[in-house]
T-cell receptor, first 113, second 112 residues
Framework: GNSVTQMEGPVTLSEEAFLTINCTYT??????LFWYVQYPGEGLQLLLK?????DKGSNKGFEATYRKETTSFHLEKGSVQVSDSAVYFC????????????FGQGTRLTINP | SAVISQKPSRDICQRGTSLTIQCQVD?????MFWYRQQPGQSLTLIAT?????????ESGFVIDKFPISRPNLTFSTLTVSNMSPEDSSIYLC?????????FGPGTRLTVL
């Protein structure tokens, strides 16, 4: 079946540090890939997505590239801010239109000033 | 985009009782989904709720435990029946709109 594996958390960084959160997946065919973010006290929201191999999703300074050869979709940001503190979820969908998402376990990120 | 509200936002319940969670969307949507997020774990899809038909349940979830209603294109309910402490989780509804999935704020359920 389909599955998503994220790097274990929690992750703690200083402000302006470089961030990488690893995400790998197992799926047949060509799934769509997503990163969702859950800020403290808020609901889950889409951060970025990529729907085919070599696509790069980007938003709010975050980037992730769909790598089919390594079945990965690592999240990166060059300089993190305290406001980036949140839980990040990698997810995939086998079905067009972002239906029936399969989530990774989530990575809690804390940024210290 | 879609704005989703859920009621209640949280509840503390006794084992053996049932709780019905409501999900309201600000626009008409074809498909709604219910997820569960157990403490410290990821989100797991419970079922897909289509208007006018029976909900489709994922492996490990059954209608007797999690009955779902979908009376119209903007509303759905999920009932957690005969609760046990293992049902303590955050329950979220979501919808797909413009090929993006939007989530409600969640209902935090604690079962004593």
């Amino acid at each position: 079946g389909n599955s998503v594996t994220q790097m274990e958390g929690p992750v703690t960084l200083s402000e302006e540090a470089f961030l990488t959160i690893n995400c790998t997946y197992t799926a047949t065919g060509y799934p769509s890939l997503f990163w969702y973010v859950q800020y403290p006290g808020e609901g889950l929201q889409l951060l970025l997505k990529a729907t085919k191999a070599d696509d790069k999703g980007s938003n709010k300074g975050f980037e992730a590239t769909y790598r089919k050869e390594t079945t990965s979709f690592h999240l990166e940001k060059g300089s993190v801010q305290v406001s980036d503190s949140a839980v990040y979820f990698c997810a995939l969908s086998q079905i067009q239109g972002a239906q029936k998402l399969v989530f990774g376990q989530g990575t809690r990120l804390t940024i210290n000033p | 985009s879609a704005v989703i509200s859920q009621k209640p936002s949280r509840d503390i319940c006794q084992r053996g009782t049932s709780l019905t969670i409501q999900c309201q969307v600000d626009s008409q949507v074809t498909m709604m989904f219910w997820y569960r997020q157990q403490p410290g774990q990821s989100l797991t899809l419970i079922a897909t709720a289509n208007q006018g038909s029976e909900a489709t349940y994922e492996s490990g979830f059954v209608i007797d435990k999690f009955p779902i209603s979908r009376p119209n294109l903007t509303f759905s309910t999920l009932t957690v029946s005969n609760m046990s402490p293992e049902d303590s989780s955050i329950y979220l509804c979501s919808v797909v709109s413009s090929r993006e999935q939007f989530f409600g704020p969640g209902t935090r359920l604690t079962v004593l």
